[in-house]
């Protein structure tokens, strides 16, 4: 019972189930956790200790004769730094934010804190989520535990560093370019991008498949217990779906065998792909195919995948971060500047023409689907990287422009509105944690989980964390 933080989410939901620990003591255990670790990696930025011992106490109390299901029972939970918790710092990693007190809570905290979750902390992203590397002018550079020379990703990497560190069992993220799947790969953890309106969200910008809210944890059965309390309907959201959903524990909890998945490397749009990461991905492949999977070379048509989302991304931009730039000279990092300024630049045809390339991409893609149950390829181009660089300018040797070329292989995949899952595949020679993209059917969510835990009881990776910070 002393290495509390070592044990899965699910293991843990049931100790507390059987009283056989309370959340007051599991709180606890988070915080001294928290306490010996957090100093090497940087993970959790905001720490919310009276408030979380609160609730704790609240739900010892609770009566448990009518809980919904997979309530957790007092399970600590870390948030994103762009998301609110009521009465507790939001920065989303801004120096123009960096005081601001969330005044309530967001939709999905709602959701969490009334099925038993207790909210710890608040995690590390790079500034207002922009970036595959999670440092910002507020709180510094959030460290992988792999290798605490690298980065843990973005922009969801403190969530990611922080499972993986065995902070907390369970983290909320977002994704809009790859900002699950990316750090989940970097940190050796399971990251789901879910089909947009699968989890309800209050969005200040165009309401559109690209920008979603994902559960990250350390399995799979992990994934779908918080995907189970945070998919769901909401008055607020126009996207979001009624249901009833089906039980993503149940699914994850009964490993099904893909029959027939296709492969790619690079999706036909990245020009290069790390010799190592490409080759883990590849042997997941090849092993499938031994345990008597179809396996086949192949990938839906992408090829304007990358120029739609980066011109539909402009647009966002312009939505939440103009008014700011206006504001705010010199404010923000460039990289933001960068793009605003790119989306202002967007004649409204180029918008329009791109919404329609992405309605026929994601039709293209479901006919794809139409013969293979999944599709295989790596998260990333690339392993973790230096924590100083800001970004890749080059894999194996090829120089990408810009600062998401890196990231095309999640870029694309958020284009078709398929549900997708970074899943651990393996490790570099260094030791650096390489991640698998297992892309679903359209809503195809409990059959991904199903293959997921297939893939996972193979690769048989996810015991290796959490770890103690690595060096």
């Not at 200790?49 to 919904?68: F, Q």
């Not at 971060?321 to 504001?327: F, G, K, P, Q, V």
């Not at 460039?334 to 989306?343: D, K, Y």
């Not at 899952?421 to 030791?431: D, E, H, K, Y």
Request: with cysteine; aromatic share 6%.
């Amino acid at each position: 019972m002393k290495e509390l933080w070592k044990l899965s989410a699910t293991e843990t939901v049931e100790l507390l189930k059987r009283r056989e620990v309370s959340p007051r003591e599991l709180v606890e255990a988070a915080l001294e956790r928290i306490a010996q670790t957090n100093p090497r990696i940087n993970a959790i930025v905001t720490l919310c200790e009276e408030r979380a011992r609160a609730h704790a106490a609240r739900l010892e109390k609770l009566d448990r004769s009518n809980l919904p299901p997979h309530f957790l029972h007092g399970l600590p939970i870390a948030v994103k730094d762009n998301t609110d918790v009521a009465g507790v710092r939001c920065t989303s990693g801004s120096r123009i934010y960096a005081d601001r007190i969330a005044p309530s809570s967001d939709i999905v905290v709602q959701r969490l804190e009334g099925n038993g979750a207790v909210v710890l902390g608040k995690t590390n992203l790079p500034e207002f989520a922009a970036g595959g590397n999670s440092f910002n002018d507020v709180f510094g550079a959030t460290r992988n535990p792999w290798d605490t020379r690298t980065t843990p990703g973005g922009s969801s990497g403190g969530s990611a560093a922080a499972l993986a560190a065995g902070q907390v069992w369970l983290a909320t993220g977002g994704d809009f370019g790859g900002s699950v799947r990316q750090p989940a790969s970097f940190c050796s953890i399971v990251g789901l991008r879910p089909s947009a309106g699968m989890i309800a969200r209050i969005q200040k910008q165009p309401f559109s498949a690209l920008s979603v809210e994902g559960p990250m944890a350390r399995t799979v059965a992990d994934c779908a217990l918080l995907f189970d309390i945070e998919a769901g309907w909401h008055p607020h959201d126009p996207l979001s779906q009624r249901g009833p959903h089906p039980d993503f524990s149940a699914a994850a909890s009964r490993p099904q065998r893909p029959a027939r998945v296709a492969f790619s490397a690079d999706l036909g749009v990245a020009r290069a792909v790390d010799p190592e990461v490409r080759a883990l991905c590849r042997a997941v492949a090849d092993r499938l195919a031994g345990e008597g999977v179809a396996v086949e070379e192949a990938h839906p048509d992408l090829s304007d995948a990358e120029r739609t989302f980066l011109t539909l991304r402009g647009a966002v931009f312009v939505a939440r971060h103009a008014a700011n730039l206006e504001r705010y000279p010199g404010g923000l990092k460039p990289e933001i500047v960068e793009n605003t300024e790119f989306g202002l630049r967007l004649a409204p045809g180029q918008i329009v023409a791109a919404e329609a390339a992405q309605g026929e991409l994601i039709r293209r893609t479901a006919k794809f689907f139409e013969e293979y149950d999944l599709l295989l390829c790596p998260a990333v181009t690339c392993p973790p990287f230096a924590v100083g660089l800001r970004y890749p300018t080059e894999v194996a040797g090829v120089r990408y422009e810009g600062y998401m070329g890196w990231l095309v292989l999640t870029c694309a995949v958020t284009v078709t509105a398929c549900p997708a899952m970074s899943l651990p595949c393996g490790f570099t020679r260094a030791g650096l944690p390489v991640g698998l993209q297992v892309v679903g059917r359209p809503r195809g969510e409990a059959a991904l989980f199903s293959a997921a835990a297939y893939i996972e009881s193979l690769l048989n990776v996810a015991p290796k964390t959490p770890i103690d910070p690595r060096p």
